[in-house]
């Protein structure tokens, strides 16, 4: 058995470890606008946090000249919008991700369609599958770097048609969501599902 005090860990190998261990992560692609204009980058550190009201987070690292261009967008502008990353858009979710000059429109790069939201002020991506509006309820600092978890609540909700059955149900496979692996490249894709109903107390 292989066991380590991560302690004694440095920073990459600690991430090593946790990116490799939990895994798939779904990808948040996020779009916010600042005084610099829109931005959109994307997030696999992402998860929903609960309901109500409907609830998801995110993870943001630090740049070595500060704060990423999401996270300040935000304080400027407590709004933005998740996008559920579909394998057809993979590819412009990818150029999102290249580590643009504050100020680039990584949106226009990518080649994304945008379209005004409901509810908040940043664009949501017509390509995408699913956008979720939200709103800022917090931004906590943690770690050593720091990483900014960003909470926010999901104040309108965007599906494509079909997705979406008259019971609230979400046809995944009409998504067509990709997830995060360890790695510079590694995804993954939801090809192989199963079922397995819930026990009950004895066994029943």
Do not use: W
Request: net charge neutral.
């Amino acid at each position: 058995m292989s066991e380590f005090d991560a302690a004694s860990l440095d920073a990459q190998s600690q991430y090593k470890l946790m990116v490799g261990t939990v895994t798939p992560r779904p990808i948040a692609l996020v779009t916010t606008l600042g005084k610099d204009g829109p931005n959109a980058a994307p997030f696999s550190f992402f998860n929903c946090v609960g309901t109500p009201p409907p609830m998801v987070m995110f993870s943001v690292g630090a740049k070595e000249s500060g704060a990423k261009d999401t996270v300040r967008n935000i304080r400027e502008i407590p709004e933005f919008v998740v996008h559920i990353v579909s394998d057809a858009i993979k590819d412009q979710m990818n150029i999102c991700a290249l580590d643009y000059p504050r100020g680039v429109n990584e949106i226009d790069k990518a080649g994304f369609t945008t379209a005004p939201s409901r509810k908040v002020r940043p664009p949501r991506i017509v390509e995408a599958p699913v956008a979720l509006e939200c709103k800022l309820m917090q931004i906590v600092e943690l770690g050593h770097k720091p990483y900014h978890l960003v909470i926010g609540e999901v104040v309108y909700f965007h599906y494509h048609d079909g997705i979406v059955n008259d019971r609230f149900h979400v046809d995944l496979a009409r998504v067509n969501p990709i997830g995060r692996l360890a790695g510079k490249g590694g995804y993954t894709r939801v090809t192989d599902r199963f079922e397995m109903p819930r026990l009950k107390l004895g066994g029943e």
